[in-house]
């Protein structure tokens, strides 16, 4: 059985950092695709960062900078380290694995207070 567990969410203020994990279990980690998407209330689910199993990580434009995604493999865990936190409103951060299937974290939330 699959499973992505995600954790580190929590309430943070406006400029601080926050480290989410996301550990596999389940899945040979390493052959993986791996990625990190937010849904905030009411808000279509936006793509955030990935990391293949072998390459260079990408970022969606609003985050370059800000955020970096990184991998363990040896830990079947894959990191989003968020800087530079901005206001809003909460959202719920998934990861995902990705091959020939995908499958998904339910999610941890994170709220950023002004």
């Known amino acids: 059985q699959v499973q992505l567990v995600e954790s580190g969410g929590g309430l943070v203020q406006a400029g601080g950092s926050l480290r989410l994990s996301c550990s596999a279990s389940?899945?040979?980690?390493?052959?993986?695709?791996m990625g990190w998407y937010r849904q905030a209330p009411g808000k279509q689910r936006e793509w955030v960062a990935a990391i293949p199993s072998g390459g260079s990580s990408t970022y969606a434009n609003s985050v370059k900078g800000r955020i970096t995604i990184s991998r363990d493999n040896a830990k079947n865990t894959v990191y989003l380290r968020m800087n530079s936190l901005k206001p809003g409103k909460a959202a719920v951060y998934s990861c995902?694995?990705?091959?020939?299937?995908?499958?998904w974290g339910k999610g941890t939330q994170v709220t950023v207070s002004p």
């Open positions: 389940g899945i040979i980690f390493s052959l993986f695709a």
């Open positions: 995902s694995a990705r091959n020939v299937k995908d499958y």
